[in-house]
């Protein structure tokens, strides 16, 4: 059985890849890594820029609080603002499932969706899905244990769409967790494995 | 995107209000069609007024059937009881749309209104009398004219526009006698699903008869005359997630092998759900067998004008027409 702990991506463990990581990249011109720490992220104080929105979130059971433009969709704030850039952007329109997340307990694509439209809504990102630091979701263990990865840039998407094809019943069958699974479109080496992982977590009888 | 002002309404009439404010003010449901069309640039509204938040997402028993929130989402209208029961067409079609992402979000409202998937409407690079019907030497011209036009209309269309209607879920709503319940700034008034979508003519620009200051409040389903059976057939490109290239919506009551009552609304065909209510008049009474089933087909796509790329789509139709009535015989 895999070690979760060597997998958490989290606190040290992600700092020591990252520095090992720029350092390995030697002489590109990266930008300066940002640690923000996952408490609210805060503006200087006084009214929000012409055309910008003081907005609050509630995203992984953490508010918070920034100016948006209407035109900024959930997953720019998420990844560009808020340093959650485990939701991914692949197509942008709403064809790929790379963006999903949960809102309000459904999934969502998180690209066709505007942040000012989502106050006082409840967000699940895949950074959210695990119930505490140190365990990961049922689901993100099944997902080492089948080896549903590939080259990971679907992973999360997939994640966030089978947590909720389980906890909706619709994973009872493979037939059915690929019709359940449908919106997102990798079907890469990987997929046998995100299909049999989810089948497992389902038949594991565990609530998700 | 180019950037716009978004304003909340919380009622039906703060709705129109705001509307009515601004010729470029376009409403938001779930806005999964319309922010992907504003990210192309094919709208660029100046405002949004966000109508997600209204009170009219219950689906309800009436008088006379059942009744519909504009802002029902697609996937809570698929799975109610009351739908499921007496319309499982309906929960059938909703289901064959889109992916559980987008389903969540899609509202009827705007599943209604959105927009076709033409290629070259989205390709904001070629021409396209639907998306700018007037440029400043005339008519833009239709990209998929005399372009690779397998998704496009066999029916209807027009030497202006050839673009489909790309909803299952208007399909079934045809097929079904729907009514929409409209809002407007001097009182209500309910059009016929079938008289709602408009054939292209040369105004292609104009995908329904809704009017601009005009809010979808509701879809009345009335209850069929005659308990029948009911199927919806899609037919796509991979086995889910995709746009119909055909599909049929059926409801059907036989008794003693004869056909009592019938309705046939066919998907991905032309500009709106397609519907000849003269056919299933003269299929009534007559045997439920095999030969009047492609009889009825064959006069359904009596009409058809193939394009140079979709000549297939009129056979498969008829087939699918078939396999449709088959299935619920
Ligand atoms: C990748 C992809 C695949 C899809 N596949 C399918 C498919 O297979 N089958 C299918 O049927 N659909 C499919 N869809 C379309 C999807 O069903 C629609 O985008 C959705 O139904 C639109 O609803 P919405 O609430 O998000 O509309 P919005 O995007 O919010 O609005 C769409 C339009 O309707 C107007 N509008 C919305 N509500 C009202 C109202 N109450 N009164 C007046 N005007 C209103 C808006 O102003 C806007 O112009 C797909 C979409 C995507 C992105
Ligand atoms: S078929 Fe209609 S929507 Fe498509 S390019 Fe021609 S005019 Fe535009
Ligand atoms: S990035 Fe949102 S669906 Fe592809
Ligand atoms: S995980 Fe990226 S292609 Fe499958």
């Known amino acids: ?208 | 995107m180019k950037n716009f002002d978004l304003v909340q309404a919380d009622q039906p009439a703060d709705a129109l209000k705001l509307k009515s404010a601004a010729s470029t003010t376009r409403f938001i449901a779930g806005g999964t069609n319309l922010v992907d069309l504003m990210k192309y640039g094919i709208e660029s509204p100046d405002t949004l007024v966000d109508i997600s938040r209204l009170p009219l997402d219950t689906v309800a028993k009436t008088a006379t059937g059942v009744r519909i929130g504009a802002l029902a989402r697609n996937s809570d209208v698929a799975v109610n009881k009351l739908i499921t029961d007496q319309f499982p067409l309906l929960a059938q079609a909703l289901l064959a749309g889109a992916s559980p992402q987008l389903r969540n979000m899609a509202t009827m409202g705007g599943n209604l209104m959105q927009r076709t998937r033409c290629y070259y409407f989205y390709d904001t690079s070629t021409p396209c009398n639907k998306r700018n019907p007037q440029s400043s030497e005339g008519p833009s011209g239709c990209g998929a004219i005399g372009g690779f036009n397998r998704i496009h209309a066999i029916l209807g269309a027009s030497s202006s526009c050839i673009a489909t209607n790309p909803s299952d879920m208007n399909v079934a709503l045809s097929a079904l006698d729907a009514i929409v319940q409209i809002q407007g700034p001097n009182g209500n008034r309910s059009v016929p699903l079938i008289d709602f979508h408009r054939l292209p003519g040369n105004t292609p620009q104009r995908d329904n008869v809704l009017e601009t200051n005009e809010l979808i409040v509701g879809i009345d389903l009335p209850t069929p005359r005659m308990a029948g059976k009911s199927h919806y057939q899609k037919v796509r490109d991979r086995a889910s997630y995709a746009f119909a290239l055909v599909s049929v919506a059926t409801r059907m009551a036989v008794e003693n092998g004869t056909i009592r009552d019938i309705q046939i609304a066919l998907g991905g065909v032309a500009h709106k759900p397609w519907r000849m209510p003269a056919v299933e008049k003269q299929a009534v009474g007559q045997p439920a067998t095999e030969a009047t089933f492609r009889e009825v087909a064959r006069q359904l796509l009596a009409e058809a004008k193939p394009q140079k790329d979709n000549a297939f789509k009129i056979k498969l139709a008829e087939n699918t027409i078939v396999r449709s009535l088959q299935t619920v015989l």
């Open chain 1, 1 to 208: 059985m895999t070690n979760q702990k060597t997998y958490l991506i989290d606190g040290a463990g992600r700092r020591w890849f990252l520095k090992q990581s720029s350092a390995l990249a030697g002489l590109f011109a990266l930008p300066p890594l940002r640690f923000s720490t996952a408490a609210a992220v805060d503006q200087p104080t006084g009214l929000p820029p012409a055309g910008k929105r003081s907005l609050t979130l509630k995203i992984n059971r953490k508010t918070y609080k920034l100016d948006v433009e209407p035109r900024e969709t959930l997953l720019d704030v998420l990844r560009e603002r808020l340093d959650l850039t485990g939701s991914k952007k692949g197509c942008d329109h709403g064809q790929c499932g790379a963006c999903t997340v949960h809102i309000d307990g459904r999934t969502a694509n998180a690209c066709l969706l505007l942040a000012v439209m989502q106050q006082g809504r409840d967000i699940t990102t895949v950074e959210g899905l695990a119930p505490g630091k140190t365990e990961l979701h049922p689901l993100q263990t099944a997902f080492l244990e089948h080896d549903g990865f590939q080259c990971g840039f679907c992973t999360s998407g997939q994640l966030m769409s089978g947590v909720a094809a389980i906890r909706e019943g619709h994973a009872d069958s493979r037939a059915e967790i690929k019709e359940w699974m449908s919106g997102n479109i990798c079907r890469c080496g990987a997929y046998a494995g995100i299909v049999a992982a989810v089948e497992s977590v389902q038949k594991g009888g565990k609530r998700v």
